[in-house]
């Protein structure tokens, strides 16, 4: 079974577990080419996998295409927090997985693609702890131990035999620089929410 079909698979049975599976569908698709026609929902979110594939701006576009026209779209999104170098952005992203951009910059983006009435929250989701306190079974108080000891072990392992030793060194370094950048200030997240502009 590849990833996708393991997630398609969880997704399915959580959403079984949590009573609203007659509510749901899920389907595989790339998000800068979606598998739907015009105008078809009512609202389109995506939640920080804007900045992850090749083309942004192709993903934002794709949004605003199946929304219907006043329909509403949100994203919450990697935002850098200090100015920086094209080149320290660039070796965060690298380490990151994904690309962050400015504040003012997501917000062009979203209304290149068509959004009008765009409203923000910015500081409450770059707060450092939302970084880290993301578990549903217990509070997390620091990045260290966002994961316990068993799953480091079992994730290790994952990478290793996949990638090697080097690829398990390279993880965790990239998550110790990843994590700096967050208590430096210099990354938060951002919450970008707008409409549809009627007639597009
Ligand atoms: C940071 S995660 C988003 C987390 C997600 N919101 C969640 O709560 O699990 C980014 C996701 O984007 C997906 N992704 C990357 N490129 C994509 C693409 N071109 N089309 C659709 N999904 C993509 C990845 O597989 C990954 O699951």
């Known amino acids: 079974m590849d990833i996708s079909e393991e997630m398609n698979k969880t997704a399915t049975k ?86 962050p951009l400015e504040f003012n910059e997501w917000k062009e983006m979203l209304e290149i693609a068509g959004t009008s009435n765009i409203i923000t929250e910015f500081e409450q989701w770059s707060r450092p702890e939302m970084f880290w306190n993301i578990r549903k079974d217990r509070t997390v108080k620091s990045h260290k131990t966002i994961m316990s000891i068993r799953e480091k072990i079992i994730t290790a392992y994952r990478i290793f035999k996949t990638y090697g030793l080097k690829g398990v060194i390279k993880v965790f370094e990239n998550e110790i620089f990843f994590f700096k950048t967050v208590l430096n200030g210099e990354l938060g997240y951002a919450l970008y929410k707008g409409i549809k502009k009627p007639g597009r």
């Not at 920080?48 to 090749?54: F, K, N, R, S």
Request: hydrophobic residues 35%; aromatic residues 6%.
């Open 14 to 99: 959580r959403s079984k577990e949590s009573g609203v599976s007659d509510k749901v569908k899920f389907v595989l698709g790339d998000s800068q080419n979606l598998p739907f026609d015009d105008n078809t929902f009512d609202v389109v979110i995506n939640e920080c996998a804007v900045g992850i594939p090749d083309d942004s701006q192709k993903v934002l576009n794709e949004m605003l295409r199946v929304v219907k026209p006043m329909g509403a779209v949100a994203i919450h999104e990697s935002t850098w927090k200090k100015p920086l170098t094209e080149q320290e952005k660039d070796e965060i992203a690298e380490r990151y997985g994904t690309t």
